[in-house]
């Protein structure tokens, strides 16, 4: 696992510090309980998500569920209402309907219920030169996939529009995870 170098810098994000390169949390030496959940994490090639999930001190909890960037599943509320926390393995810039995705996951979870994903800010890739950009542009439309340009405060405004109360963001490696929680009022 590479280590994470720390910046004593935050930015602003919707009048909410984001940190940047935070100090990922040391291993622990107690027993991660919910090792399925986190192999699946790690097997699809993201140990950062699983470092942020620790730092938020959540990767113990009962009821976690991840949905995996590569497979799709289906869940009804039911399955849902025990739910604790979310991860969702797939950056929000590829997702291509995101309105419907966050409407259909803050109707689906409980309240308090935590929802934590990542995103590449536009707005954080001031180094990246305008041919690099064209470039990606170019591949990601012979790959017929999108990767939708958003920002944090764009992500911001969608995620609280749909009930969800932000917790966190923190930019590490170029891309920013975010941990919100779900304050719809319980139906």
């Known amino acids: ?40 994490m790690v097997t699809e090639g993201d140990e950062t998500f699983f470092d942020y999930i620790q730092w938020h001190g959540l990767a113990n909890e009962a009821n976690l569920l991840v949905l995996s960037s590569k497979s799709h599943y289906y869940y009804d509320s039911e399955e849902l209402k025990d739910v604790t926390t979310l991860i969702n393995l797939k950056k929000l810039n590829l997702i291509k309907h995101l309105d419907e995705f966050l409407h259909t996951v803050c109707y689906g ?38 990767d939708i340009e958003i920002d944090g405060k764009d992500i911001s405004k969608l995620l609280e529009s749909h009930g969800f109360k932000i917790i966190d963001m923190t930019e590490i490696n170029g891309l920013t995870y975010f941990r919100t929680q779900n304050y719809r009022a319980a139906v």
Do not use: W
């Open 1 to 40: 696992m590479e280590a994470i170098s720390v910046l004593q810098r935050t930015g602003k994000t919707a009048d909410r510090k984001v940190r940047t390169n935070f100090n990922s949390p040391k291993p622990s030496s107690e027993k991660i309980k919910n090792k399925k959940v986190i192999d699946k």
């Open 109 to 146: 979870l409980s309240p308090k219920t935590n929802f934590i994903g990542c995103f590449s800010d536009s707005k954080s890739q001031k180094g990246i030169s305008l041919t690099s950009r064209m470039y990606k542009k170019f591949i990601n439309f012979l790959d017929s996939r999108i």
